[in-house]
């Protein structure tokens, strides 16, 4: 009876050795977050805009990432290319009206912060959602075996990352990481800033509207101060003062060229006019986009005589031009040494949608004009574009 009782006993613990063995390859699905769209649409980081036909393409990662989600979500059975076409439209669209959101098939912040669920390793998470994460982490330089399984290797990784963020290390992929992971964010940054700039339809802005803008948190400024039909453009003069009254010490101005004068001369008025009219600014940017002449040569002749005169005049210069440089200036890389300003209009102040790709010799951008859907938003009363720094250019 003793020997009975004593085998019995081995084979019970037998059993919960092997059950505690089992429940290690027990996998499931990640967790459902529960906030709604509603109590979450407002992020420091943004949320990237993907939609069919877009002039900016989605970048292949995240359009990854929602499909997978996606699939995780209804079980779309979608192919995950990376290509935001019709079927990623349609199953979009399937997932909004699902969730109670306006249904138009493109990835905004709502429908972002609706799709993304809640990974780690302590529930043993695994399927597509973690195949989203560890394709993330890759393309961040965090490397992972794509398990589709939330093993230690990708709990690792994730931590990593989250340091090198500024978040919360956890090693847990809720909403947080998930915006850093698809926006490029670094919350870690002391350094960034978040400003806008300002054109001539706007007109005259007075102080009080500033001082708005101020409190809403932008922190730099860039006027327009020279228009392609108009010349120089006086109110430029009263809004760097009233943007200076309401707090702005950051303040930049922009010159969009007309091409049909001397390019010395219309750089080298708008200098003396800015001076003679008091206005404090720390720096020229000149704004390029647009049509040009095919003539890439006597393009750059052009871009050559407008800089000259901004270095006889001693004032800083800033370039705001994007991918469409080597169409006006060739391999032209004159200008490298100035900061580069560019727009993406895909909702995210970073730049992870910039590296790969550079030209005229940069290697880095400086500024990103990231407003949200290629149009002016209102702020303030007033319309503005907005733009993002990592350091603003001193």
Known sequence: NTLKKHLSAMDSLKVVVVLLLLSLYVVTPCARVSSRPSDTTSWPCGWPLLRENSPDPPEKVNTMTVQLLLNYWLGAGLSVDGVYGAATTQAVSTFQSKMGLQVDGEMGPQTWTALVVQCSSSENAAGDAVLAVQQQLNYWQFPVALTARFDTQTANATQ????????????????????????????????????????????????????????????????????????????????????????????????????????????????????????????????????????????????????????????????????????????????????????????????????GEPYGGWTAPTIKQYDADGSSTRHCGIEIDSDWTPAYPN
């Open 160 to 355: 990593f990352f989250q340091r090198s963020r500024g978040a919360e290390v956890d090693g847990v992929v809720g909403p947080n990481t998930w915006n850093l992971l698809v926006s490029g964010c670094n919350s870690s940054l002391t350094t960034q800033l978040y400003g806008l700039d300002i054109g001539w339809p706007e007109g005259l802005v007075d102080a009080s509207a500033f001082s708005c803008l101020y409190a809403s948190g932008f922190r730099f400024l860039i006027l327009e101060c020279f228009t392609e039909s108009h010349g120089f453009w006086q109110d430029a003069v009263t809004n760097a003062k009233n943007a200076r009254s309401a707090g702005f010490s950051r303040i930049g101005m922009y010159h969009f060229f007309n091409r049909t004068l001397d390019p010395y001369q219309q750089v080298n008025d708008t200098i003396w006019n800015l001076r003679e009219n008091h206005v404090q600014f720390d720096r020229l940017w000149f704004d390029i986009e647009g049509t040009w002449p095919s003539d890439t040569a006597s393009n750059t002749q052009f871009l050559e005589r407008a800089q000259q005169a901004v270095a006889d005049n001693q004032v800083p210069g800033g370039i705001y031009c994007g991918r469409q440089w080597p169409q006006y200036f060739g391999p032209y890389a004159g200008a490298k040494e100035w900061p580069l300003w560019y727009a993406h209009y895909d909702s995210i102040p970073s730049f992870r949608d910039w590296y």
